[in-house]
């Protein structure tokens, strides 16, 4: 069962045509759809409000902030914003979050693309074997290997650096990548790559300039999970880039700042922090919706 | 000669990705099943093999037993919210509408709603924990204890009552993954065909029949995939746990999970070889309970 997630934006609903006269048409106005409405609504606020409300806090002062929640800024303060961006360095985080996500995600569909389409289209000794290895990393819990690879990353030299974070992402997010890519190079028609061979073309030319492109709607969603996995990641920072804050990036710099607020109580800060945090995001989320509901979502459908 | 040009190309193309893999995640995992059987960090500064204490050990810790009973708790209480009201949305979304002319209809602006539920799922857990911190503050700056104390009621310790807590994060976990699940369930019903539902109605099947004989039956695999999916995040709670919960686990331990438990052994207590044993617990939970699921929620699949 094939389901592509922008269908559901533009298809519309199932819709049974009508009774054909073996029972009496429904009434227009449907009492059930004002409650729909409402519930739909109710869970929409709940999602939207917390974030308005971070944005809202951000330009309140501390007083205001210890006092009711649901009081609105007496007026609009920005200076907490200059606060989160120089002091606490959110700048800085947000930089480095995305000098170490373009690397890992870049790197990660160019390997994993690479490993999948061998795996997909040529038979040799131990192929399958290397197949299973990849894909089974999907069913270890990362934090068992916490430990070994923080000292793997440390006597490599490359703890603390985000390089090392670099290629540990890549390594970490090649079981979904080389899963994802060999069931999709799997189902590209072969004649193409056959054609172009015959043509003379190399193996390594017919990859990058006829499958790989051949192949975008995935290499496309699996770049956007990647992205977003990479961005999300919390942990595998935390372990490998503990000492070094000027290399931290956005997660671990705002979990930070959300102690620090506690005892320098700068909690105007740690909103305007969070607010820096989420609107790139909302940002990307709005322009890109489609293809992120798509690329999420194609993870859970075979 | 072919053969040959054949055979380099897959050893270049593959080399890369296998040495980075090999390095970084299997020599790892491999690690970790030794280490676990050692006793290093904690008597002795090197790894020594120590057999099995670290595992009697593990069956002594209370902590331990917290966090398996939080993670069993997850494991039902995840999905079944989750999905239910996943499940309830997008029932809304896509029947809710009333029918004209015979036909059902989605309500009004669902795309809309699909947009704003799915949101939460792009931001990252730890700013979520962040955020979340300032919803559930204790005093009347927190968003849920300011509206209690407007209305009159003594505010809640979210996050320091120990019966609430986990709860509390339980809630948060659900507030992101909706979403997710409302668009994955979306297009689980765009997909099924429409003479399915014709011929129903015909038949004078409503709305809620339509639901519950049809979309749910045709919707299985998708709700099978999405209960593994929150069954395997229900082994995991890390980052939430360690950003929003007091004491990191806390208050009493009673937010305690396996994945935040194993950091903390490992890295604010240097005792690798025990957190490595309890790695190697929740592996083999994390399996265990794969493995049930498949058996389980195989059933025959409707073609269509």
Sequence with gaps: ?302 | MRRLREYGFITGFLAIPVILYVVFVISPYVQAFYLSLTDWGGVSAFPSFSGFSNYTRLFEDEVFWKAVRNHVLLLIALPLLVLSLALFFSFLLNLGGGSKGGKLRGVWGSKFYRVVFFFPQVLAVAIVGVLFQAVYRPDEGGIINGALIAIGLEPIGWLTEPSIAFWAIIGVMVWQAVGFYVVLFSAGMAAIPKDVFEAAALDGAGRFRLFFSITLPLLWDTLQVGWIYLSIAAFDGFALVQVLSVDRGGPDNSTAVLPLEIWKTAFSYSEFGYASAMGVALFFMTITFAVLALRVSRREKIEF
């Design chain 1, 1 to 302: 069962m094939a389901i592509k997630t922008h269908d559901a934006s533009s298809t519309r609903k199932p819709s049974p045509a009508a009774g054909g006269g073996t029972r009496p048409p429904r009434p227009k106005a449907n009492p059930l759809s004002g409650l729909a409405h409402a519930a739909l609504a109710l869970w929409g606020v709940i999602t939207i409000f917390p974030l308005i409300w971070t944005f809202l806090s951000s330009f309140k002062t501390n007083t205001e902030i210890f006092g009711n929640s649901w009081s609105l800024p007496a007026e609009l303060r920005t200076e907490s914003w200059g606060r989160a961006w120089e002091t606490a360095q959110v700048g800085k985080y947000m930089l480095n979050t995305v000098i170490v996500v373009s690397a890992g995600t870049l790197l990660t569909m160019l390997f994993g693309s690479m490993a999948a389409y061998v795996l997909a289209r040529y038979t040799f000794p131990g192929s399958k074997i290397v197949y299973v290895v990849f894909v089974s990393g999907l069913a270890f819990p990362v934090f068992l290997a916490m430990m070994p690879l923080f000292f793997v990353v440390e006597d490599l030299g490359l703890l603390n650096s985000h390089i090392g974070l670099v290629l540990v992402y890549v390594a970490y997010s090649m079981p979904f990548t080389v899963l994802f890519m060999t069931a999709f190079f799997r189902n590209l028609p072969t004649s193409v790559g056959e054609a172009a061979m015959i043509d003379g073309a190399s193996h390594t030319r017919t990859f990058f300039q006829i499958m790989l492109p051949m192949a975008k709607p995935g290499v496309v969603s699996i770049t956007i999970f990647n992205v977003l996995g990479q961005w999300n990641q919390y942990l595998l920072p935390l372990v490998l880039l503990a000492e070094d804050r000027d290399k931290w990036v956005i997660t671990q710099g705002i979990a930070d700042i959300s102690v620090i607020a506690g005892y320098e109580a700068d909690w105007p800060g740690l909103f305007a922090a969070l607010s820096m945090a989420i609107i790139p995001m909302l940002i990307v989320y709005v322009v890109f919706q489609r293809q992120i509901q798509s690329g999420l979502t194609s993870g859970a459908v075979k």
